[in-house]
């Protein structure tokens, strides 16, 4: 369990702005759910839920989703269900219990950068941009890539178009982490393949949605772009799998997520 | 820190530390219910309301209930009864230890959803784990609550 010594709760973001300039050490809080898990000492730490990041809204373009708004509130959503053959709530609903997703909220989900997240996946196979404090906008992808440590995520930003996609996933029980999962889009020609919790942070498999965009959707061969992918990406093993099983479940993740999307008309 | 929030339906005033759970600090007032079981998120045995929808109480900082409205099943107990009463009908109880939780995630359900399909009740119920009974009790019990009190 972590502790903290002295806790702030700006009422604005350029309270939290100004908290954060003058105390770089200071700690962001999200939902807490993986921070509990550890036995972290925090002297300081930041409150944000009283600078009204908790709304989802919508307009012609985007989908906005406030940093702290819940996974669950991200799973009920109509607009998010309407979109994307409803891959954002699927990829949230398979967190824990109902109770844990009204907890868990979706800037601390993407900020941290977990290795093991549902969401960045689905999120990644999407034209989806955060929004930083300080960093300002960009793509998810650049802020991924990106060695941003310093910063309060505000609000992200997902481009409503007319892609399909596809989220799977395996785990060794339905409470646990996933030990691997896999996204796929298709925007016109466009393809994007993830695969995520490898364990490491999902990643584009760059070669495999070339290809895959290359193809007419009569010649794709699901299968052979699945191993593309499972070669192009690198896996490793911990306590939930080996780097072996899991390339062999990426083959047959992304080859169920390809298929998925190519079902969809 | 001094919180203030509403918890069933009276007002509430107590001092928590900054790194308290909501749990810990319901369960310092008397609120004996909340069992903390996983202390990972995971059973949904410390299951309470927060604002009416349910939340893990292990897992919310207690300073995030200032200004709201907290249901623990004391404040649920007639509800609470009558679903009891059925779960125990259906051999869906045997240690009780998960059946605070349980229930108050039951309810909640009951106000949110309208005729939930057998797939939309267990969705929404995997965060309650129960290690006695199995979950067919539970689930017959839950659907025959949903009948009687639809009716």
Known sequence: ?265 | MQIDFILNENKCCIEVAPDEMLADALRKIGMLSIRQGCDTSCCGLCSVWLERSPVLSCTIPAFRVHGKKVTTIEGVQTEAEKFARILAAEGAEQCGFCSPGFIMTVLAMKNELQNPSDEAIQHYLAGNLCRCTGYMGQMRAVKTYLEVTAS
């Open chain 1, 1 to 265: 369990m972590f502790t903290i010594d002295e806790l702030v709760q700006p009422e604005s973001l350029n309270e939290a702005a100004a908290i954060l300039t003058d105390s770089p050490e200071v700690v962001v809080l999200g939902g807490c759910g993986f921070l509990k898990l550890g036995s972290r000492r925090i002297g300081k730490a930041m409150d944000l839920s009283r600078c009204g990041l908790g709304s989802i809204e919508e307009n012609t373009e985007y989908i906005q989703i406030g940093a702290m708004a819940t996974l669950y509130d991200i799973e009920i959503n109509h607009s998010i269900n309407s979109l994307f053959n409803g891959i954002v709530s699927k990829g949230v609903g398979n967190i824990l219990g109902t109770q844990f997703r009204r907890c868990a909220t979706i800037g601390a989900s993407v900020y941290s950068k977990y290795g093991f997240s549902d969401i960045i996946p689905t999120l990644m196979v999407l034209d989806t941009e955060v929004e930083l404090l300080q960093n300002g906008r960009m793509p998810l992808k650049e802020f991924l890539d990106k060695p941003i440590t310093r910063d309060i995520l505000t609000n992200i930003f997902i481009k409503k178009d007319d892609r399909q996609a596809s989220y799977q996933n395996m785990r060794n029980a339905s409470a646990d982490f996933p030990i691997l999962n896999a996204a796929a889009s298709k925007a016109g020609n466009q393809w994007t393949v993830v695969v995520g919790a490898r364990p490491a942070r999902a990643q584009i498999a760059e070669e495999a949605s070339r290809q895959l965009s290359e193809m007419t959707e009569d010649t794709i061969d699901a299968g052979r772009i699945a191993a593309i992918a499972a070669q192009e990406l690198s896996f490793s093993g911990n306590n939930k799998a080996t780097a072996e099983y899991r390339q062999a479940i990426s083959q047959v993740l992304v080859k169920r997520a390809i298929e998925e999307v190519l079902s969809c008309k």
